[in-house]
């Protein structure tokens, strides 16, 4: 399946975006998803994960409460609410994609396919 992400931006410290992934080729249905993100000259890490029915998330501690994954599987379109963002937020955002029988995971050696990263940019 090959993934689009977009949806980043400049945004001020306290404010909000919504990312949207949007799949292409074949139906996301099959395949659990998640978001990662990679700041400069840090390595990529976990933000959230969601199944393919939407019954399991998964969201890395620094966002919990913060960020929102969710899906339309008839739009084919994953979705990453960030709220109340932080300077710290910054980073490029990727979304990925995993066959959901291998379930849910905070790996990235684990994802199949991958969009292309979005810059989100959180000025203080």
């Known amino acids: 399946v090959q993934l689009q992400a977009s949806g980043g931006g400049l945004v001020q410290a306290g404010g909000s975006l919504r990312l949207s992934c949007a799949a292409s080729g074949r139906t996301l249905s099959p395949y659990s998803m998640g978001w990662f993100r990679q700041a400069p000259g840090k390595e990529r890490e976990f933000v959230a994960a969601?199944?393919?029915?939407?019954?399991?998330?998964y969201y890395a501690d620094s966002v919990k409460g913060r960020f929102t994954i969710s899906r339309d599987n008839a739009k084919n379109t994953a979705y990453l609410r960030m709220n109340s963002l932080k300077p710290e937020d910054t980073a490029v955002y990727y979304c990925?994609?995993?066959?959901?029988?291998?379930?849910?995971?905070?790996?990235?050696?684990?994802?199949?396919?991958w969009g292309q990263g979005t810059q989100v940019t959180v000025s203080s």
């Open positions: 969601i199944s393919w029915s939407t019954s399991t998330t």
């Open positions: 990925a994609a995993v066959k959901s029988y291998k379930g849910i995971s905070q790996d990235p050696n684990d994802y199949e396919s």
